[in-house]
Nanobody, 122 residues
């Protein structure tokens, strides 16, 4: 079983950038598809991005395509989310998660971490 701890969130002005990290423990990280989803206050969870086990394939939500980049370092057991051109509507708690199967649906996600808060001011 993989345990996940996110970091890197914070307060940033509109147009700014943040890089989220997700440290994973457990031997299955390197063979697992991984992803990020987010949840804003009072809103449903929203798929953000996913990456297959070796980083060769990715999915992005239309709302972040061209601004966010998901990547992974299997040697460091770490997942990343580089977020550029941030907008107030990106404000949410961001969670990294394992995926049962590589895909772009929330149903593809398995276990997730506690999350890290991202707040974008206008």
């Amino acid at each position: 079983q993989v345990q996940l701890v996110e970091s890197g969130g914070g307060l940033v002005q509109s147009g700014g950038s943040l890089r989220l990290s997700c440290a994973a423990s457990g031997r299955t990280f390197r063979s697992s598809a991984m992803g990020w989803f987010r949840q804003a206050p009072g809103a449903n969870r929203e798929f953000v991005a996913a990456i297959n086990w070796n980083g060769g394939s990715t999915y992005y939500a239309d709302s972040v395509k061209g601004r966010f980049t998901i990547s992974r370092d299997n040697a460091k057991n770490t997942l990343y989310l580089q977020m550029n051109s941030l907008q107030p509507e990106d404000t949410a708690v961001y969670h990294c998660a394992t995926q049962y199967t590589f895909g772009s649906e929330l149903a593809d996600f398995g276990s997730w971490g506690q999350g890290t808060q991202v707040t974008v001011s206008s």
